[in-house]
């Protein structure tokens, strides 16, 4: 008796894993305003700010309209829309309507067919925010699976931020209060900005929501 109740203990959890999986897949969805919020990388014309295996995370909601030279946005390929393409956008063609061209951070130039002519119709997202190396979960869980464990992850960070942060706060509450010299003001640093390397044309392809591994194409 203890054993079918123990069995049955099982499934239950096992059904609340999967509905609390597809709420949350479903959520991020939402949130996001795009099919698939994450894409891993998976070429490397975006070193150093990209690298093979980086997880992004695309802001469908961000405005097509309201792009600017500097953004790094998700996009169709122009050219047959065979390929999911992360690259920075450098330059604004036409304004009524909108087209843009990009280029990838460590290619000397733009790859017409890939890089412009970028319109609205092409248009997935903005990459919000980069999350270093995790993506090597795609190589072994396929579909929403792994971008569900990604987000646990992504989660599990941000808790754990949050909890550092109240920490600190707590032990500097702690601390008596010391005046600072007015007279003399903190120093500030600065760090020199990233020198991008010269490379060969590329295009940073990116897995989309099927899985598939999106491979660049060196001109």
Request: aromatic share 6%; hydrophobic share 40%; charged share 25%.
């Amino acid at each position: 008796m203890k054993k079918h109740s123990g069995g049955k203990s099982i499934v239950k959890d096992i059904i609340i894993v999967a509905i609390g999986i597809a709420i949350i897949w479903i959520g991020l969805r939402v949130a996001f305003g795009t099919e698939n919020p994450f894409y891993v990388v998976s070429s490397g014309s975006m070193v150093p700010n990209l690298n093979v295996f980086d997880v992004i995370i695309v802001q469908g909601n961000a405005s097509f309209d309201h792009l600017k030279v500097g953004d790094i946005i998700v996009f169709n390929r122009p050219d047959g829309h065979d390929r999911v393409i992360v690259h920075r956008v450098a330059e604004i063609l036409n304004n009524n309507p909108l087209v843009i061209r990009t280029k990838g951070d460590a290619n000397p130039g733009s790859i017409p067919g890939t890089d412009f002519p970028i319109t609205k119709q092409d248009y997935i997202g903005k990459v919000e925010y980069v999350i270093p190396q995790i993506g090597y979960v795609t190589r072994i869980l396929s579909p929403p699976i792994n971008y569900v464990i990604i987000a646990v992850i992504i989660g599990i960070m941000l808790v754990k931020q949050f909890g550092k942060k109240k920490d600190e706060s707590e032990i500097l509450s702690d601390k008596p209060v010391v005046e600072e010299n007015p007279s003399k003001p903190n120093p500030i640093t600065s760090n020199d900005s990233d020198k991008i390397p010269d490379g060969e044309y590329s295009e940073t392809a990116i897995e989309n929501k099927d899985s598939k591994e999106l491979e660049s194409k060196d001109n």
